[in-house]
Structure formats: structure tokens, C-alpha cells
């Protein structure tokens, strides 16, 4: 059993700074790419950040110089600090993650449950 959860959502002012996390816990042999995606109401999702097993980013227009995606040296744990938050970040932030069991040689497309992130003007 694989599971993914994203935690450290919350409502804060415009100019202030949250850091999410996605961590991926059950039988796994590796974590690939994950990918942080965002939906605000009557939205489409849209991707946010994504970094690869390797360390390679890649972010949206719309975040670059505000948001930077990490991940632990363990590789489960991928994180994304957002500063300078503006209202118009408000949305659920999804983790998507690539994963490869410990059973299989191919690798599982993954979402997290999301993290709502609320930012006030």
C-alpha cells in the first residue's frame, strides 16, 4: 500500500510565506518526478513546480522567484516553499507523484488528498 499526503496549508496574509510538504509512506523502492498542482474554484488545475529524482525544477511563469521546490536526500519527501504570496495564489494544492514499488519495476501515477492555501489581500 502507497499512500501520498500533503500537509502545511492554511490561510495567511498577502506578502507572507507557507511551506508544503508531500510525503509518499508504504512499500517503495523510489520516488521519480513529482509535481505540485493547484485548482481554485472554477479553475482547471494547473501545475505549479515539478523537480525529478535527479534534482532537475521546473515551475510556472506565474511562481518563478516566489516558489522553490525541494526534496529530502531520502527522495519520499518533496517540499514547496511560496513566498511573497499573493490572493490570486489561493487554490488546493495537489502533490502527483511518480512511484515505483517495491514490487513492481514500472512506476504508479499517484495524487495526494490536497492542502488548501488561502491567501487574504
Known amino acids: 500500500q502507497v499512500q501520498l499526503a500533503e500537509s502545511g496549508g492554511g490561510l495567511v496574509q498577502a506578502g507572507g510565506s507557507l511551506r508544503l510538504s508531500c510525503t509518499a509512506s508504504g512499500s517503495i523502492f523510489r520516488v521519480n518526478t513529482v509535481t505540485w498542482y493547484r485548482q481554485a474554484p472554477g479553475k482547471q488545475r494547473g501545475l505549479v513546480a515539478s523537480?525529478?529524482?535527479?534534482?532537475?525544477?521546473n515551475y510556472a511563469d506565474s511562481v518563478k522567484g516566489r516558489f522553490t521546490i525541494s526534496r529530502d536526500n531520502r527522495g519520499k519527501s518533496v517540499y514547496l516553499q511560496m513566498n511573497s504570496l499573493k490572493p490570486e495564489d489561493t487554490a488546493v494544492y495537489y502533490c502527483y507523484a511518480e512511484i515505483v514499488r517495491s514490487s513492481s519495476v514500472d512506476f504508479t501515477l499517484y495524487w495526494g488528498q490536497g492542502t488548501q492555501v488561502t491567501v487574504s489581500s
Open positions: 523537480i525529478t529524482s535527479g534534482g532537475t525544477t
